[in-house]
C-alpha cells in the first residue's frame, strides 16, 4: 500500500530555517536577547530549533517540529535545560505558525508571524491559569547574514 509523503507538509516549515537573533519583552519592560538556530533533522522530515535566551532565569532549550503526512497535522515537541517537557499542537497557514497546548501546570499558545521581509518573524507567547490567557512575553527573530 503507497504511504502519503510529508512533502508538501515539511515544505511549509521551510521558512523558519536559519540563525536568528531574538529578543524577548517581558510585560514589565525586561529584554532578554539571545538566539536561535532552526535547521532539518538529518532525516529531512524534522525540524530541530535551539534556543538561548541571554539570561540567568531562561533555560536553554531544544524543539523538533515534526508532521503527519497522511492528514498534514503538526506537533511541536519542547524541552529545556529544567527536565520540561511539553507537546504542542501546531498549526500552520501562510506564514504564521500557532502553538497550542492545554494541560498543567497552565495552558500555552504561541503565535509566529513572519514579516513580509521573510527575515523577521514576530512571536507572542501567552499562558492561562483558570482558562483566562494572558501574555507571558513577546518575542522577535531577526535572521542572521540578511
Do not use: K
Request: with cysteine; hydrophobic share 35%; charged share 25%.
Amino acid at each position: 500500500m503507497a504511504q502519503p509523503t510529508a512533502e508538501a507538509a515539511l515544505a511549509r516549515l521551510e521558512p523558519l530555517v536559519g540563525e536568528w537573533t531574538v529578543e524577548a519583552t517581558w510585560p514589565n519592560g525586561d529584554h532578554w536577547p539571545g538566539t536561535a538556530s532552526i535547521g532539518w533533522h538529518e532525516s529531512g522530515r524534522h525540524l530541530v530549533l535551539w534556543g538561548t535566551l541571554d539570561h540567568p532565569d531562561a533555560p536553554d532549550n531544544v524543539s523538533v517540529i515534526g508532521c503527519d503526512g497522511a492528514n498534514g497535522t503538526y506537533s511541536y515537541l519542547y524541552t529545556d535545560e529544567r527536565g520540561v517537557c511539553r507537546i504542542f499542537e501546531l498549526r500552520v497557514g501562510d506564514g504564521v505558525w500557532q502553538f497550542e497546548r492545554a494541560g498543567e501546570p497552565f495552558d500555552q499558545r504561541l503565535t509566529w508571524t513572519l514579516g513580509d521581509d521573510g527575515d523577521t518573524i514576530v512571536a507572542r507567547v501567552e499562558m492561562a491559569e483558570a482558562g483566562e490567557y494572558r501574555l507571558d512575553f513577546d518575542m522577535v527573530y531577526r535572521r542572521v547574514g540578511t
